[in-house]
């Protein structure tokens, strides 16, 4: 495998480790840090998240953790012991008004000698400078922003049931609170995306704001989404109607760019989607798609883009600077960054959307649920058709080995217009047939649902 570059996002600024060999572990990485920023790590594990909430073991290596590049690893700079390894602290002293001669933490010699807040001095990172020298280094820090005219992805299409189920559950609060869920369907050729299944995850989420938990089922559902032959195409997220030309949030923007990144693999073109769903002072529900820019995606991989109080701005880290229509700015309207995607609707022909959402605060999933379902059997379903849930079928997960009976039963869900000559014909005939699923899982799933 080729050396990479990852990045090393720290509280004091964030850095490349060049020349990344795939065969070094997190503690060869830990110790190249502290001797090429000359600074000394806290105990506490490098992690693949800010929150720390991904530490790594130190004896696993680059290859083994999956790390690509142009990753971040996080950690945190001890700031307490920054004197005896920062040459710019070993001379720094301040005297205080009422006489007192006292040793500067190196944040505070950072803004006063650092090449950048954060950075180190120009003299601690290399002896001799030209001034070609300097601006290339400056230009790295540097964001002159302008507006995407188009986004990536042309159109995406969401399947009209899982819409309006999402909305439907949003009027018990009156839209009064937000909620997040990751749309579920195919990237198609022409640069489009046809969603066929929204999944929300565990939540806590306010007016204005929104976290999303640990997720337990996680594995299920990216292995499940895979069997049926879709991925994760976007995210969805509804809030309460805001003042005029407030779109965004920077958490908001920020999250989204980071999906795209993600999405990509880097800072790349990618059809991944946001879409936007509130109401108007009328109570009229509006859905509006979104894509961030990539100048957005390459700011927000680099750090440079920061939560503010202020509504629909990000905050520029001190540690860059950002020129808006030629004037330097600390702070950046989102509008900025976002690019429109076309939204259009249809009817799923892959799945149903019936079965209640798990996560949802006052619903749980049960077996009445998936007796109510299979009893529409023969009624212009057949039962492959029912099974074709995805909701439904994460509830079996629960009942169903995930490595032998959930493929089974996604194979033929996935092959069933093969099989059974197409779901219309099916309908129109009002057929109970099962196509290719086996009759042994038929009569696990009726027994699990009560259904003779």
Same mark, same amino acid.
């Given at each position: ?39 000394? &790590? ?10 720390? *909430?991904? =530490?790594?073991?130190? !004896? /696993? #290596? ?125 990237? &198609? ?10 999944? *929300?995850? =565990?939540?806590?989420? !306010? /007016? #204005? ?137 249809? *009817? ?105």
């Amino acid at each position: 495998m080729p050396l990479i570059t990852l990045r090393v996002r720290t509280q004091v600024g964030t850095w490349r480790l060049k020349d990344v060999s795939p065969n070094e572990t997190i503690r060869q990485l830990r110790q190249r840090i502290e001797k090429e920023h000359k600074t000394i &790590l806290v105990e506490t594990p490098i992690s693949l998240d800010p929150s720390g *909430e991904r =530490p790594l073991d130190e !004896t /696993d #290596t680059v290859c083994r953790l999956g790390l690509s590049n142009g990753d971040f690893l996080h950690c945190q700079v001890d700031e307490t012991k920054s004197g005896s390894v920062h040459e710019a602290t070993r001379s720094g002293k301040l005297i205080t008004k009422d006489g007192n001669i006292v040793a500067q933490e190196y944040t505070s010699q950072s803004k006063q000698k650092g090449f950048r807040e954060g950075m180190m001095a120009l003299g601690d990172i290399k002896r001799h400078w030209t001034l070609d020298d300097y601006l290339r280094l400056d230009e790295n820090f540097v964001y002159k922003l302008k507006r995407q005219d188009e986004s990536v992805c042309k159109k995406v299409s969401l399947d009209t049931a899982a819409l309006q189920d999402f909305q439907q559950y949003m009027w018990n609060f009156n839209f009064r609170r937000m909620r997040v869920g990751y749309l579920y369907g195919s990237f &198609l050729p022409h640069n489009e995306v046809r969603v066929e299944c929204i999944y *929300e995850p =565990p939540q806590i989420t !306010t /007016d #204005t704001s929104f976290e999303l938990l640990e997720d337990p089922q996680e594995s299920r559902v990216e292995v499940l989404s895979s069997l049926l032959n879709l991925q994760r195409v976007g995210w969805i997220f509804v809030h309460p109607p805001r003042e005029e030309g407030f779109f965004m949030s920077a958490a908001e923007c920020i999250f989204a760019a980071e999906l795209q990144c993600e999405a990509a693999g880097g800072v790349e073109d990618t059809c991944f989607v946001t879409v936007k769903v509130t109401i108007t002072p009328e109570n009229t529900v509006t859905v509006e798609g979104f894509q961030m820019s990539k100048q957005c995606m390459e700011m927000v991989a680099e750090g440079v883009l920061e939560l503010t109080p202020h509504l629909g701005a990000c905050a520029v880290n001190k540690t860059f600077t950002c020129i808006v229509e030629g004037k330097e700015s600390r702070e950046v309207d989102t509008s900025f960054f976002l690019t429109v995607v076309p939204i259009s609707q249809h *009817e799923s022909e892959q799945l149903v959307n019936t079965f209640p959402r798990a996560n949802r605060e006052g619903i749980l999933q049960t077996r009445e649920d998936l007796k109510k379902q299979i009893n529409k059997v023969g009624k212009g379903w057949s039962l492959v058709d029912l099974l074709a849930d995805f909701h439904l079928l994460l509830f079996l997960c629960d009942f169903l080995d995930l490595s032998h009976d959930l493929p089974a039963l996604c194979r033929a869900i996935t092959e069933r217009e093969e099989l059974e000559g197409g779901r219309e014909r099916e309908r129109e005939r009002g057929s109970a047939r099962t196509g290719g699923l086996d009759e042994g899982y038929q009569l696990l799933i009726r027994s699990l649902a009560g259904v003779d």
